[in-house]
């Protein structure tokens, strides 16, 4: 079983930056698969960018060139650079983890319920 709790949200002006992380605890998978997706009011879900045990990494075209991911395998904590925001990145943050697929698969598929584990996600407001 995995936990996943994630922190660094807040509010921020246009053009600000802001560095997510979710801490994970449990049996992390050696061919694992990390990822954040975000939330919107009415519950619409939308992947923002995976990295996996390879250190691949991908992105959606919303996030390539203003967000960067990445793991701190040691400290198993998954990190999220955000730069540049706008108001179309506000939204409810939430990190996620799986195994057995790469980047590419888990950036299509981080956000369905069957993904693997979630944590409750932390809030991103930009004005």
Known sequence: HVQLVESGGGSVQAGGSLRLSCAASGRIHSDFVMGWFRQFPGKRREAVATID????TEYTDSARGRFTIS??????????EMNNLNGEDTALYRCGASWGLTAEQALGTIARPDFGYWGDGTQVTVS
């Open 53 to 56: 045990s390879s250190g691949r």
């Open 71 to 80: 793991f701190d395998s040691a400290e198993k904590i998954l990190y999220l």
